[in-house]
């Protein structure tokens, strides 16, 4: 058993393209509105190169894409996502179990920062008060200094922020004293293992390409721009 488990712990490292570091952070205190705040990070390390190929607005919206399909796999399939112009829908295996639908991603993209945030819009996970407040937000920065060409390795930051979310869960009024403490010990517990195991998962580099493809186009202009140079040059 132990010469298996060594194989397939060596297979794991060959299939890792990255190292990945998880940032111990302190819990959010839950403000009295009850609205709950909670972040996720991880410290990302790979060949400089790599972040230099991969630092675009396509790349952001195929991470995007890939915390989608990982909720799907690692849940087995029973939660899915749903895609439509205005929205991005997370139901249990199909409508109209609507666990929670966010409006459609709004990405900011610079030469040290990418966000890409969901506007929480409403769900059965949602109170009533706190439909179209929110938002789920991933984030990525690489520190001053790594940009560039070049050699060696280079360390981003991965982090994934749920803001000024209301669980259905915690309940309001003389219920939330139980309600929170009930959300934090099962909806809360369950999302910081799942979002530790994606920060983890990312490791592989394994970066699904986006349904939508918003900024597909853009790489295959780029692409193109950077053929005609090298030509130009010979």
């Known amino acids: 058993m132990r ?5 397939r712990a060596i297979g794991r490292r060959r299939q890792a393209r990255a190292r990945v570091r998880i940032i111990d952070l302190p819990e959010s205190e839950a403000p009295p509105d009850g609205s709950v705040t909670t972040l996720q990070a991880a410290e990302v390390t790979l060949p400089r190169s790599e972040l230099d190929r991969i630092w675009n607005a396509e790349y952001l919206e195929r991470l995007a ?7 799907t796999r690692i849940s087995l399939g029973l939660l899915r996502v749903l895609y439509t112009e205005s929205s991005r829908e997370i139901v249990l295996i199909g409508r109209p179990f609507v666990l929670l639908r966010f409006l459609a991603p709004e990405y900011e993209m610079s030469e040290s920062s990418g966000t890409v945030t969901w506007r929480i819009d409403k769900g059965v996970l949602v109170q009533p008060a706190g439909r179209g407040k929110g938002y789920l937000r991933i984030s990525v920065r690489r520190p001053e200094g790594q940009d560039g060409n070049g050699g060696g390795q280079a360390t981003g930051i991965v982090t994934s922020e749920v803001a000024n979310f209301y669980p ?5 009024g003389w219920f939330s004293r139980i309600g929170r403490h009930i959300y934090r010990v099962t909806q809360l517990r369950i999302h910081v293992i799942v ?3 994606f920060l983890r998962s990312l490791a592989r580099l394994d970066l699904v390409r986006s349904r939508v493809g918003t900024f597909a186009p853009e790489r295959e202009a780029s692409e193109e721009r950077a053929a005609a140079s090298r030509l130009a040059r010979r």
């Open 3 to 7: 010469s298996r488990d060594a194989r």
């Open 65 to 71: 894409a890939t915390y989608w399909r990982f909720l």
């Open 168 to 172: 259905l869960v915690a309940g309001w």
């Open 195 to 197: 979002t530790h195991a």
